[in-house]
Each structure stands twice: as structure tokens, then as C-alpha cells.
């Protein structure tokens, strides 16, 4: 830590998102509010990530949901999530997303890092954070997947891209779209630059959210089309879909 850091922090101390406790170092949550956080344990269903319950788990079989069992045609390889996404972990999220909380990035990547532990053995190429319109960047200052990107990349020394997906055109807020109008809201608003980068390649793409999947879902057909071998997701936290 550097003199001026040491300072800082005794002028303005860090303080926990959630609660306002003073934190002995910039991480961003205290370890009360960690433990309150609902993390996704396993068992979950190897392909898609969803908690299974009380089910009797045997080493190394892999286990699926219904879901998964009977369709077997998912957009993703894998996917992963480090929590459910309720009333308590929003504010975790919007406060890193919209509030400047970047200090959140290095633990939600660690969370993220243990939650995609079957993904990393599975192998992973390159690591692609779900981009922002360059004018919606512009007005936020930072893209949130990305930071969570390079911490990922840190941690498991996998390449981290965010040239070769590109949002291309702006969309309205996901959240104002229902349905089907999802998805039609974000036809074509991603595209690839430098394809043969991604060529053959296992690919994780990796956001703060997966709700109803849609964004990643355009992510995943561009990628593919570009010639990405396979697609993984990984999300910090997650509805339960
Ligand atoms: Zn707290
Ligand atoms: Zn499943």
C-alpha cells in the first residue's frame, strides 16, 4: 500500500457496501454481509449450474437437472453463477454497476473463480466480459464485466479479451423488454471484430447477471458464428431461472 493510499484511508476509511461497518481493507464487503450472501452450492446440475437440493451426490458423476436432461441443446458448454441474485446481493450489484464501487471487482472475481472451478477444468482459451456501447461507457466510466475480467485473468492466467466482441448498437435497458421483445430488442447489437482471434477457441463469457439469459444467449450465436469452438458462462450471481 502506498503512503498516500495509507493516508486516504485514514482520512476516508473503507466501509463495508452494505452495512457502512469501517473495513480493515478495501474489499468492499464485511464478513457479516459475506455470510449473508446466498451462494450457490453444490450439488448443482453440472451443465447448467442450478442448485439441485437435497440430492446424494457421488464423486465424480455428473449430475443434471430436469432441464437439462431433456433438452440438450443449450446455447452454453457450461454455466455458472457465485449466488442468487435477490434483495440482499442487488445492492452488492448496483453498487458495483452504477456506484462506483470498483473495489467489489477482486472479491466478486474470487467468488466467481471458486463458482466456475468445473469450467476452468474443462479448459478455457480466453476469457470475453459481455461489452457496453461505447456511449453507454462513456457515461458509466468503467464497464463492471470487464474489471471482473481482468481479475479472472489475474487469477487463473488466461488471456483476458475486450476487443474481439463489440456492442454495436444501443439497445433500451433489458429491463424495460418482456419476452419475446428481449430478444428482438437486442438482434444484431453485438458483433465480432478480429474473428480468427477467437477461431477454435473455448471462450468464457462472463457478466455480473444472468436473468433470463437473453444477452448472453446474443453473445453466444456471435461468438459461434465467429467460429468459437465452445462457450461457457460465468455470472456473479444469478435469478432463479
Ligand atoms: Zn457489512
Ligand atoms: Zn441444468
Given at each position: 500500500?502506498?503512503?498516500?493510499?495509507?493516508?486516504?484511508?485514514?482520512?476516508?476509511?473503507?466501509?463495508?457496501?452494505i452495512c457502512?461497518?469501517?473495513?480493515?481493507?478495501?474489499?468492499?464487503?464485511?464478513?457479516?454481509c459475506?455470510?449473508?450472501?446466498?451462494?450457490?452450492k453444490?450439488?448443482v446440475?453440472h451443465?447448467?449450474?442450478?442448485?439441485?437440493?437435497?440430492?446424494?451426490a457421488?464423486?465424480?458423476?455428473?449430475?443434471?437437472?430436469g432441464?437439462?436432461?431433456?433438452n440438450?441443446?443449450?446455447?452454453?458448454?457450461?454455466?455458472?453463477s457465485?449466488?442468487?441474485?435477490?434483495?440482499f446481493?442487488?445492492k452488492?450489484?448496483?453498487?458495483?454497476?452504477?456506484?462506483?464501487?470498483?473495489?467489489l471487482?477482486?472479491?466478486?472475481?474470487?467468488?466467481?473463480?471458486?463458482?466456475?472451478?468445473?469450467?476452468?477444468?474443462?479448459?478455457?482459451?480466453?476469457?470475453?466480459?459481455?461489452?457496453?456501447?461505447?456511449?453507454?461507457?462513456?457515461?458509466?466510466k468503467?464497464?463492471?464485466?470487464?474489471?471482473l475480467?481482468?481479475?479472472?485473468?489475474?487469477?487463473?492466467?488466461?488471456e483476458?479479451n475486450?476487443?474481439?466482441?463489440?456492442?454495436?448498437r444501443?439497445?433500451?435497458?433489458?429491463?424495460e423488454?418482456?419476452?419475446?421483445a428481449?430478444?428482438k430488442?437486442?438482434?444484431?447489437?453485438?458483433?465480432?471484430k478480429?474473428?480468427?482471434l477467437?477461431?477454435g477457441k473455448?471462450?468464457?463469457?462472463?457478466?455480473d447477471v444472468?436473468?433470463?439469459g437473453s444477452t448472453?444467449?446474443?453473445?453466444?450465436?456471435?461468438?459461434k458464428?465467429?467460429?468459437?469452438?465452445?462457450v461457457?458462462?460465468l455470472?456473479?450471481?444469478?435469478?432463479?431461472?
Open positions: 500500500m502506498t503512503i498516500w493510499h495509507k493516508i486516504l484511508n485514514f482520512i476516508l476509511p473503507p466501509r463495508c457496501v457502512g461497518k469501517i473495513l480493515p481493507e478495501d474489499k468492499g464487503l464485511c464478513d457479516t459475506i455470510r449473508e450472501i446466498e451462494f450457490l453444490s450439488p446440475c451443465r447448467c449450474g442450478q442448485p439441485l437440493g437435497e440430492v446424494a457421488e464423486d465424480n458423476v455428473h449430475l443434471l437437472c432441464q437439462c436432461l431433456q440438450k441443446r443449450k446455447p452454453f458448454r457450461l454455466s455458472r457465485a449466488f442468487a441474485y435477490d434483495d446481493s442487488k452488492l450489484i448496483l453498487d458495483f454497476k452504477f456506484y462506483d464501487h470498483t473495489e471487482a477482486s472479491l466478486l472475481a474470487k467468488m466467481m473463480f471458486v463458482a466456475g472451478n468445473e469450467i476452468f477444468k474443462s479448459g478455457v482459451d480466453v476469457i470475453i466480459p459481455v461489452p457496453l456501447h461505447y456511449t453507454r461507457l462513456i457515461w458509466r468503467y464497464n463492471q464485466s470487464s474489471l475480467g481482468k481479475e479472472l485473468s489475474e487469477l487463473t492466467g488466461i483476458v475486450n476487443s474481439v466482441l463489440r456492442k454495436i444501443r439497445t433500451k435497458s433489458q429491463v423488454c418482456k419476452g419475446f428481449r430478444l430488442n437486442l438482434q444484431g447489437a453485438f458483433g465480432v478480429n474473428g480468427q477467437i477461431k473455448r471462450v468464457l463469457l462472463i457478466d444472468l436473468t433470463t448472453l444467449k446474443e453473445c453466444t450465436q456471435v461468438l458464428h465467429a467460429g468459437a469452438k465452445s461457457d458462462w455470472t456473479v450471481a444469478r435469478t432463479s431461472i
